[in-house]
Antibody
Framework: EVQLVESGGGLVQPGGSLRLSCAVS????????MSWVRQAPGKGLEWVSA???????YYSDFVQGRFSVSRDSAKNLFSLQMNNLRAEDTAVYHC?????????WGRGVLVTVSS | DIQMTQSPSSLSASVGDTVIITCRAS??????LNWYQHKPGRVPKLLIY???NLGSGVPSRFSGSGYGTDFTLTISRLQPEDFATYFC?????????FGQGTRVEIE
């Protein structure tokens, strides 16, 4: 059974940084597509970033240049480094892996950006 | 980025009704369109992938169609557990995007 468990969320001031981690079991982060999707309070789903098995990385316009994704194959960990955070980045962040009809999400972690 | 526009943004329906939700892409996306069901406090559930393929364990009352820019999700014989928010999602581009969601409420 595939499990994705996020950690690292919390309260941070505008302009601050936070690193989210996704501990994965049941599949290898290095061999699979991994992504981050967020949902701001009262809003819809918003795709944030992805890391493909070939190492290519992609970002949405609203995080490009501020966020970066990475993976640790030894620990089977998928991470999101978030810098220069803004109030509008406040959301629950989910990590996710998907291929065809396989689609697995973590329960998410709350990031609150506020002074 | 490819913009995904859903309509309606919300609707009211009764158990047993047929519900149709549409999704339009700002450019052609072949059949790289997926549909998710999302309920409060739960993770999104994949209903339909590549426009018309039923996700694992998804009831057959859910169906999807479309190609290019216009897509539909049809829920036949609406059940109480179907009241939720539905999102379309394009995976054609490496920068993926979701529609804004359609909330299906009890009439």
């Amino acid at each position: 059974e595939v499990q994705l468990v996020e950690s690292g969320g919390g309260l941070v001031q505008p302009g601050g940084s936070l690193r989210l981690s996704c501990a994965v079991s049941g599949l290898t982060v290095s061999g699979n597509y991994m992504s981050w999707v967020r949902q701001a309070p009262g809003k819809g789903l918003e795709w944030v970033s992805a890391l493909y098995s070939d190492g290519s990385k992609y970002y949405s316009d609203f995080v490009q240049g501020r966020f970066s994704v990475s993976r640790d194959s030894a620990k089977n960990l998928f991470s999101l480094q978030m810098n220069n955070l803004r109030a509008e980045d406040t959301a629950v962040y989910h990590c996710r892996s998907r291929k065809g009809d396989f689609d697995s999400w973590g329960r998410g972690v709350l990031v609150t950006v506020s002074s | 980025d490819i913009q995904m526009t859903q309509s309606p943004s919300s609707l009211s329906a009764s158990v047993g009704d047929t519900v149709i939700i549409t999704c339009r892409a700002s450019e052609r996306i072949s059949n790289f369109l997926n549909w998710y069901q999302h309920k409060p406090g739960r993770v999104p559930k994949l209903l339909i992938y590549t426009a018309s393929n039923l996700g694992s364990g998804v009831p057959s009352r859910f169906s999807g169609s479309g190609y290019g820019t216009d897509f539909t999700l049809t829920i036949s014989r609406l059940q109480p557990e179907d009241f939720a928010t539905y999102f379309c999602h394009q995976s054609f581009d490496t920068v993926e995007t979701f529609g804004q969601g359609t909330r299906v409420e009890i009439e």
